[in-house]
């Protein structure tokens, strides 16, 4: 069966990172059905346990956005989209970090109103089974058992992300990372007021809240400046992607060209590249020179979705041409 981004065929082993991919979304989305109920039952008065539990619904965002963008990018170009709908992955990746954001700011200032009112947050007890238990027990219990399976699932999507090239994936990833590290600020919180430190309930839910709107902040920016064409990066943002350097060294290699840059965009989890050339004196090519040139950059990476060549007699700005030149030398 042939699997495809768009009008991308996927080599064989991203289909496989795919569809796990796919499989560690709905088991994800599984483990939080059964945790946020788990969490609600035990929250009682706690602000770090309310805090958790709203990351913990934030935390299906990611997932879903995923899964539906991965349905929405293997739609085939149309007159209407004629770069087909690799940009839904962006515009996922941006509603996620503003949620992330919005409840983020809302539960920084609310944990920090309770800790300027002095809030003491009662934790009571309940019967089980004839037993009196103390809620915190519970609590903790419960944040407790929230800790294996996201550090697992962070890591496993890690990996995943950095092989499709997929920053909601990513994003989800870090979210889960940011799960447990909650679950343990949570339950050190819950501690700390059974032994009388009422502050920390309160320090907790700000560490969390902290936490949420960081974590927002960070998807937005990055949503915003893909969505803005802005020059390709790896999938966590921190370096230029290796790709644009690769088309750039191939194509100088080719007998025919002179100079040589390209720019690349990221529309989601592919590129769309155009790279300028100017040919040498006397040697511009034919058509089938430029067609081999174009499917021979296009072997070099699958992400490499669309690719235009353009024959000019001298390098735009922008890729390294006389007037980007002479800016990168006042620069250095």
Request: hydrophobic share 50%.
């Amino acid at each position: 069966m042939t699997v495809r981004f768009g009008r991308n065929e996927l080599p064989e082993q991203q289909v496989r990172n795919l569809k796990r991919a796919i499989r560690y979304e709905w088991y994800t989305i599984a483990f939080l059905a059964v945790a946020i109920p788990m969490v609600y039952l035990v929250i009682g008065n706690s602000q770090a346990m309310k805090a958790a539990w709203i990351e913990d619904l934030l935390s299906l965002a990611p997932p879903i956005a995923f899964l539906v963008a991965v349905r929405i990018v293997n739609r085939p170009p149309t007159d209407k989209y004629p770069y087909g709908f690799h940009r839904s992955i962006g515009v996922a990746h941006l509603v996620a970090g503003v949620a992330l954001f919005t409840m983020g700011a809302f539960l920084l200032v609310d944990s920090a109103i309770g800790l300027i009112t002095v809030e003491h947050p009662p934790i009571g007890s309940i019967q089980i089974f004839g037993t009196t238990i103390w809620l915190g027990w519970l609590m903790m219990a419960v944040m407790a058992l929230t800790i294996p399976l996201p550090i697992y699932f962070g890591r496993v999507k890690m990996s995943l992300a950095k092989e499709l090239h997929d920053k909601v994936l990513y994003a989800d990833a870090d979210m889960n990372k940011a799960d447990w590290m909650t679950a343990v600020a949570t339950i050190v919180g819950v501690a700390g007021i059974g032994i009388g430190w009422w502050w920390t309930d309160a320090a907790a839910a700000l560490f969390v809240a902290a936490s949420i709107l960081w974590d927002g902040v960070r998807n937005m920016r990055s949503a915003i400046t893909d969505l803005m064409d802005t020059r390709a990066t790896t999938f966590d943002d921190d370096h230029p992607h290796p790709v644009t350097a690769k088309i750039d060294a191939y194509l100088r290699g080719l007998p025919w060209t002179e100079e040589v840059g390209s720019r690349v965009r990221d529309e989601g989890h592919v590129f769309h590249v155009e790279s300028f050339i100017v040919p040498r004196k006397g040697r511009t090519p034919p058509l089938r020179t430029l067609t081999e040139a174009r499917d021979g950059c296009i072997d070099l990476d699958w992400k490499v979705q669309d690719i235009v060549l353009v024959l000019v007699d001298e390098l735009p700005e922008e890729v390294g041409g006389p007037a980007g030149d002479r800016q990168s030398e006042r620069n250095r």
